[in-house]
């Protein structure tokens, strides 16, 4: 079955830029498209980025998605960071196998 | 204004079965998707499963094949998740979102957490 991989903490100063990865099993990652949801602690998930690199409205544009063929991996950055940027940060795509949706274990942003 | 209003929280013991409602606001409901996704403590998000809020379709995740049913009701424009066979792994918040117009959870409701013990 499909997996996407993200590293288990991120930590980076305001103002700064952040990349968080999520790295897929196996086929191709651009096969289906990527959302990235955003979870501050004790809160419903909002979306960030959907169908890859889109943004809903609201979503200011210091956030911003993208995929790398060669890696298999989608990225989520986020340029000029806030401390309220600070969440846990989760991606999710399609499993074509099986036709579940999978998301990734999670990112948490510390921003200090 | 799309709003969807989960029941509340449940206690269960283990090896009962619960049924937890989100309710959805809006002229939307039979032209959507709806998921269930859930969230064990300082663990992952985790699909569940989704029904075709127009036809009743419904597609499970093999991980909880047999235990989960989604089912709705048109005209209370209410979705519905039954797990059973509750054990102690299973406390979580579970939440029911929209699949949007743009193929991602574009709603989600405010969660209820399902806590399994003795």
Same mark, same amino acid.
């Given at each position: 079955?499909?997996?996407?991989?993200?590293?288990?903490?991120?930590?980076?100063?305001?103002?700064?830029?952040?990349?968080?990865?999520?790295?897929?099993?196996?086929?191709?990652?651009?096969?289906?498209? @990527?959302?990235?949801?955003?979870?501050?602690?004790?809160?419903? #998930?909002?979306?960030?980025?959907?169908?890859?690199?889109?943004? #809903?409205?609201? @979503?200011?544009?210091?956030?911003?998605?993208?995929?790398?063929?060669?890696?298999?991996?989608?990225? !989520?950055?986020?340029?000029?960071?806030?401390?309220?940027?600070?969440?846990?940060?989760?991606?999710?795509?399609?499993?074509?196998?099986?036709?579940?949706? @999978?998301?990734?274990?999670?990112?948490?942003?510390?921003? !200090? | 204004?799309?709003?969807?209003?989960?029941?509340?929280?449940?206690?269960?013991?283990?090896?009962?079965?619960?049924?937890?409602?989100?309710?959805?606001?809006?002229?939307?409901?039979?032209?959507?998707?709806?998921?269930?996704?859930?969230?064990?403590?300082?663990?992952?998000?985790?699909?569940?499963?989704?029904?075709?809020?127009?036809?009743?379709?419904?597609?499970?995740?093999?991980?909880?094949?047999?235990?989960?049913?989604?089912?709705?009701?048109?005209?209370?424009?209410?979705?519905?998740?039954?797990?059973?066979?509750?054990?102690?792994?299973?406390?979580?918040?579970?939440?029911?979102?929209?699949?949007?117009?743009?193929?991602?959870?574009?709603?989600?409701?405010?969660?209820?957490?399902?806590?399994?013990?003795?």
């Amino acid at each position: 079955n499909f997996m996407l991989t993200q590293p288990h903490s991120v930590s980076e100063s305001p103002g700064r830029t952040v990349t968080i990865s999520c790295t897929g099993s196996s086929g191709s990652i651009a096969s289906n498209y @990527v959302q990235w949801y955003q979870q501050r602690p004790g809160s419903v #998930p909002i979306t960030v980025i959907y169908e890859d690199n889109q943004r #809903p409205s609201g @979503v200011p544009d210091r956030f911003s998605g993208s995929i790398d063929r060669s890696s298999n991996s989608a990225s !989520l950055t986020i340029s000029g960071l806030k401390t309220e940027d600070e969440a846990a940060y989760y991606c999710q795509s399609y499993d074509s196998s099986n036709h579940e949706r @999978v998301f990734g274990g999670g990112t948490k942003l510390t921003v !200090l | 204004q799309v709003q969807l209003v989960q029941s509340g929280a449940e206690v269960k013991e283990p090896g009962a079965s619960v049924k937890v409602s989100c309710k959805a606001s809006g002229d939307f409901f039979t032209s959507y998707a709806m998921h269930w996704v859930r969230q064990a403590p300082g663990q992952r998000l985790e699909w569940m499963g989704w029904i075709n809020a127009g036809n009743g379709n419904t597609k499970y995740s093999q991980r909880f094949q047999g235990r989960v049913t989604i089912t709705r009701d048109t005209s209370a424009s209410t979705v519905y998740m039954e797990l059973s066979s509750l054990r102690s792994e299973d406390t979580a918040v579970y939440y029911c979102a929209r699949f949007g117009p743009h193929y991602y959870f574009d709603y989600w409701g405010q969660g209820t957490l399902v806590t399994v013990s003795s």
